[in-house]
């Protein structure tokens, strides 16, 4: 799938650590199936290690605290009725946790938060992504026109990127909304950032 293609690298980067990194997946249900298959496959392909070391491409999590997190958001899961179909844990003595996949997570888990859910509808899928207090990128993958510029501005996001994982650019303006910051960086945006606007009102008569 196309979306894997250009998502998968950059979600992997820092291990996931990054302030732009997807960390909800809204899959159309149709396709849901063989997005989790074609998912997995890519998990078989991952090697944990340092970021020195050859072929690695998922390095540690920042540090233990962040693990236990990651660790107790799977147990809260399991222990309801998410099923793990790709296991992961915690490397003993390390900050690493494997990339691990769960399946029938409810929207009530702290782990929904973070994780592949399915959907039917385009005003479904808006629903739930915009249901979060952070609001800096969101990623759009169709082949619609005019889907792609209703969901582009229903969205309550700073940055939207359409067919593309890698959007953040020199010349583009980087910031969000809600809880994801003020302001822009980068682009005209970001030079505003640094000026002062004055207001002069001339009557000439």
Known sequence: MYALKVRWPP??????????SSN???VDVSVLADFVAKLKEQFKLL??????????????LINRKAVEKVKSLVDEALAQTAEIICVGNALAETNFFEPTILTNVNGKMAIAHAEVFDFETEEEVVTKANHSRHGLAGYIFSKDCAQIHRVSRALQVGMVGVNEGMMS??????????????GREGGQQGLDEFTQWKYVCWNVE
């Open 11 to 20: 979600n992997f980067a820092v291990s996931g650590q990054t302030c732009v």
């Open 47 to 60: 090697k944990l290690g340092g970021g020195m070391e050859k072929d690695v491409n998922v390095g540690p």
């Open 24 to 26: 909800r997946f809204f």
């Open 169 to 182: 650019c020199a010349e583009a303006a980087f910031g969000g909304v809600k809880e994801s910051g003020l």
